[in-house]
């Protein structure tokens, strides 16, 4: 992938009538041929925020504050069409339902809950919540320079050309290793320059190494000190001859946001990944993001799928069905 490819740009759709949009999926921003489910989750919410912007501009509530998505089908690269039903208009909160079509078919539903983070008011206590165990402590300053001590940069992930997404960020990964098996800790950001910015949190609530993959080699295959052992596809033949090369459909995402990132955005955020059970091929995900003062700024839950990766690839039926 160019680094230089903008996702701001991947990400923006047109609006061509008050309530339908387009926008072009990139290959760049892919799983196998498949538009990875973070950008598409991305795209929903520009999406949602232009018909904000635009459409519901009287509503002022530019900020969507809880999101759901059904991943009925597999998406394609190129022309995607969203159509936006205005389902509740109120004084507080707003709900739309979106539905993503390609070539005639309904591929992706959702409700989008908007609001505005920025005039809120009311009851506030602090909880002393924490993440449990705690994440190793961070010097964000220092990670540009791959300079801190606790946190190292992994350069390319597993299967990059498969999965091509992954080339588009930057990741810092604890240098000794995870809390636990069934949790990843991670620092993003955009290896282009570009910043998180709130649409964008749909990207990042499902851009992370693949807990699973850890529990079928028996060592984590994202850690900073493997990847300055093993020669160059060394890695990648252990996955393959182990089965852990896999595809990872999202079923369904939920999206709560906590905290209004500044307009400008902000260059690395904190995501942490904790999977409760896998079992029969479906499994979870609980994912908590946080900024570098240590608010939370976005939750989120998946519900996946761990499948045979030759199904991304899969041509589509005749009639043009290609089911999750």
């Known amino acids: 992938?160019?680094?230089?490819?903008?996702?701001?740009?991947?990400?923006?759709?047109?609006?061509?009538?008050?309530?339908?949009?387009?926008?072009?999926?990139?290959?760049s921003w892919t799983i196998?041929?498949?538009?990875?489910?973070?950008?598409?989750?991305?795209?929903?919410?520009?999406?949602?925020?232009?018909h904000f912007d635009t459409t519901l501009k009287k509503q002022n509530q530019p900020h969507t504050l809880t999101l759901h998505l059904d991943f009925l089908r597999r998406t394609q690269?190129?022309?995607?069409?969203?159509?936006?039903?205005?389902?509740?208009?109120?004084?507080?909160?707003?709900?739309?339902?979106?539905?993503?079509?390609?070539?005639?078919r309904e591929e992706v539903v959702g409700y989008v809950t908007n609001s505005n983070l920025s005039t809120e008011t009311g009851v506030t206590f602090a909880t002393k919540w924490a993440l449990s165990p705690p994440a190793p402590a961070a010097d964000v300053s220092k990670f540009d320079r791959d300079a801190d001590p606790i946190?190292?940069?992994?350069?390319?992930?597993?299967?990059?050309?498969?999965?091509?997404?992954t080339r588009g960020i930057r990741s810092m990964f604890p240098r000794g290793g995870q809390v636990a098996q069934n949790i990843v800790d991670e620092w993003l950001c955009l290896r282009n320059g570009e910043n998180w910015t709130q649409e964008l949190l749909g990207s990042i609530v499902d851009t992370?190494?693949?807990?699973?993959?850890?529990?079928?080699?028996?060592?984590?295959?994202?850690?900073?000190?493997?990847?300055?052992?093993?020669?160059p596809g060394e890695l990648e033949k252990q996955m393959s001859d182990s089965g852990a090369k896999m595809w990872y459909p999202t079923v369904l995402l939920n999206l709560e946001v906590k905290k209004a990132l500044p307009v400008e955005g902000v260059k690395w955020l904190f995501v942490r990944l904790q999977a409760k059970q896998i079992?029969?091929?479906?499994?979870?995900?609980?994912?908590?993001?946080?900024?570098?003062?240590?608010?939370?700024?976005?939750l989120s839950h998946?519900?996946?799928?761990?499948?045979?990766?030759?199904?991304?690839?899969?041509?589509?039926r005749k009639d043009g069905e290609a089911k999750l």
């Open 32 to 50: 196998g041929i498949v538009p990875h489910g973070g950008y598409v989750t991305a795209v929903f919410l520009r999406v949602v925020r232009l």
């Open 279 to 298: 079992k029969n091929g479906r499994f979870d995900l609980e994912i908590i993001v946080m900024d570098a003062e240590g608010d939370l700024v976005a």
């Open 1 to 27: 992938m160019d680094p230089s490819t903008s996702f701001h740009a991947a990400t923006t759709p047109t609006q061509t009538s008050p309530n339908i949009y387009t926008a072009d999926f990139n290959p």
């Open 302 to 316: 998946h519900v996946c799928f761990a499948v045979d990766s030759a199904r991304n690839l899969a041509v589509r």
């Open 208 to 231: 992370f190494p693949q807990v699973l993959e850890h529990y079928v080699l028996g060592y984590d295959p994202y850690s900073v000190e493997l990847e300055k052992r093993l020669k």
């Open 77 to 104: 690269i190129g022309l995607a069409d969203f159509v936006v039903k205005d389902v509740k208009l109120g004084r507080q909160t707003s709900v739309v339902h979106v539905t993503l079509s390609q070539d005639g």
């Open 151 to 165: 946190w190292g940069e992994r350069h390319s992930w597993p299967f990059s050309d498969f999965r091509k997404a």
